[in-house]
């Protein structure tokens, strides 16, 4: 069974930072490109970062130079480091690897 699980969400303050993950199973993991995604409320969701089995990273224009998309194909997992956070960075955060997606991990950005 294929599966995503997210965690490291939470409340954060404008200009903290936060480590997500994404453990996943069932995939062969080294294998394929691996993505966060974020949903706003009342917006669609979007691509925030991937990165492709050969570690190359590709960021959207709000995450670049903030964000950073890791994985470690050892421990099957994947990560986004989030640095100097927005309000408008809050959102539910999704991990997606090959259409699946994870339940996602909520990020709030508020003082």
């Known amino acids: 069974q294929v599966q995503l699980v997210e965690s490291g969400g939470g409340l954060v303050q404008p200009g903290g930072s936060l480590r997500l993950s994404c453990a996943a199973s069932g995939f062969t993991f080294s294998s394929h490109a691996i993505s966060w995604y974020r949903q706003a409320p009342g917006k669609e969701r979007e691509l925030v970062a991937r990165?492709?089995?050969?570690?190359?990273?590709n960021y959207a224009d709000s995450a670049k130079g903030r964000f950073t998309i890791s994985r470690d194909s050892a421990k099957k997992a994947a990560y986004l480091q989030m640095n100097s956070l927005k309000p408008e960075d809050t959102a539910v955060y999704y991990c997606?690897?090959?259409?699946?997606w994870g339940q996602g991990t909520q990020v709030t950005v508020s003082s």
């Open positions: 990165i492709n089995s050969g570690g190359i990273t």
């Open positions: 997606n690897m090959l259409q699946v």
